[in-house]
């Protein structure tokens, strides 16, 4: 069975960092690129970053560019958002997604989310 | 404000049809494909379409997906209390150079 569990998830004060990280189970983790998504409280969901399968190509939402960095481990099958100098809009629940094989812009395999809070 | 836009809610009795509506441009429906999720608040989001108007392995007929440019529906017939759920729609951006999604449509089960 495929699955996506988030971890890392906290507390943590305005400007300070946190990294997050999605542990893949159930498929070929190499054979997919793998997104995040966020969505903030009462809010709706906002694409944050995408990484290509191999790790070779990586893109990211406008407010987050330049402050986040996804990366992914193939031998480990789990993927990672290094988020620096956080600031109140950043607090969201995080899920990884995978991305579809069948559908370039698709995400077939969500996770439950990790909380972020970003609170002084 | 979402490139996409979506009716904040909708609404049905059991066993009736529901339908959303997802509006965007040449950038983003006008050129790609379309997928929708439901999301459950607390649970994973989940693929309901892909491609338009594939359904994923698993997902009930009941759902339905179509598209003409630059707009593109998400139909679910007989409604049950189980339907009961945000959906989003979503594709890639051009202009944004992202994937974008739309702002959500809560369904509620009368």
């Known amino acids: 069975q495929v699955h996506l569990v988030e971890s890392g998830g906290g507390v943590v004060q305005p400007g300070r960092s946190l990294r997050v990280s999605c542990a893949a189970s159930?498929?070929?983790?190499?054979?997919?690129?793998m997104h995040w998504v966020r969505q903030a409280p009462g809010k709706g969901l906002e694409w944050v970053a995408m990484i290509s399968f191999d790790g070779s190509d990586k893109s990211y939402g406008a407010s987050v560019k330049g402050r986040f960095t996804v990366s992914r481990d193939n031998l480990r099958d789990t993927l990672s958002l290094q988020m620096n100098d956080l600031g109140p809009d950043d607090s969201a629940v995080y899920f990884c997604?995978?991305?579809?094989?069948?559908?370039?812009?698709?995400?077939?395999?969500w996770g439950q989310g990790t909380l972020v809070t970003v609170s002084s | 404000q979402s490139l996409l836009t979506q009716p904040p809610s909708a609404s049905g009795t059991p066993g009736q049809t529901v339908t959303i509506a997802c509006s965007g441009g040449?950038?983003?429906?006008?050129?790609?494909?379309v997928s929708w999720y439901s999301h459950v608040p607390g649970r994973a989001p989940k693929l309901l379409i892909y491609?338009?108007?594939q359904r994923p392995s698993g997902v009930p007929a009941r759902f339905s997906g179509s598209k003409s440019a630059p707009s593109a529906s998400l139909a679910i017939s007989s409604l049950q209390s189980d339907d009961e759920a945000d959906y989003y729609c979503s594709t890639w951006d051009d202009d944004l150079n992202a994937w974008v999604f739309g702002g959500g449509t809560r369904v509620t089960v009368l």
């Open positions: 040449s950038s983003n429906i006008g050129s790609y494909s």
């Open positions: 159930g498929f070929i983790f190499r054979d997919n690129a």
């Open positions: 491609g338009n108007d």
């Open positions: 997604a995978r991305g579809s094989r069948d559908d370039l812009w698709a995400l077939d395999v």
